[in-house]
């Protein structure tokens, strides 16, 4: 399974961003997604997660900001990045834990997206 997010770009203060990772393959589930974010200096942060089922849990700093959501259909994740701040300008990357039909689980990575907030 491979992830791949989109949708990033640059935005000024207080405008929004939505962001979108999609997971291509066959023959497999995808359970719980989650966004992920890595500032320049800084360590990888957890930013949302969200099971299969839709249970949603957030970051402090983006709570009331990001919503995440997904379409299991498509197989895909959503982050709605709203009052956007120039501290959320980060490569924002997601990760599932993908389940095969006829394979062991494991996580995978996708390759990031950037988002700039520019004040």
């Known amino acids: 399974v491979q992830l791949q997010a989109s949708g990033g770009g640059l935005v000024q203060t207080g405008g929004s961003l939505r962001l979108s990772c999609g997971a291509s393959?066959?023959?497999?589930?995808?359970?719980?997604m989650r966004w992920y974010r890595q500032a320049p200096g800084k360590q990888r942060e957890s930013v949302a997660t969200?099971?299969?089922?839709?249970?949603?849990n957030y970051a402090d700093s983006v709570k009331g900001r990001f919503t995440v959501s997904r379409d299991n259909a498509k197989n895909t994740m959503y982050l709605q990045m709203n009052s956007l701040k120039t501290e959320d300008t980060a490569v924002y990357l997601c990760?599932?834990?993908?389940?095969?039909?006829?394979?062991?689980?494991?996580?995978?990575w996708g390759r990031g997206t950037q988002v700039t907030v520019s004040s």
């Open positions: 990760n599932a834990d993908v389940a095969p039909y006829q394979a062991r689980p494991y996580n995978s």
């Open positions: 393959g066959s023959s497999f589930i995808i359970n719980t």
């Open positions: 969200i099971t299969r089922g839709g249970n949603t």
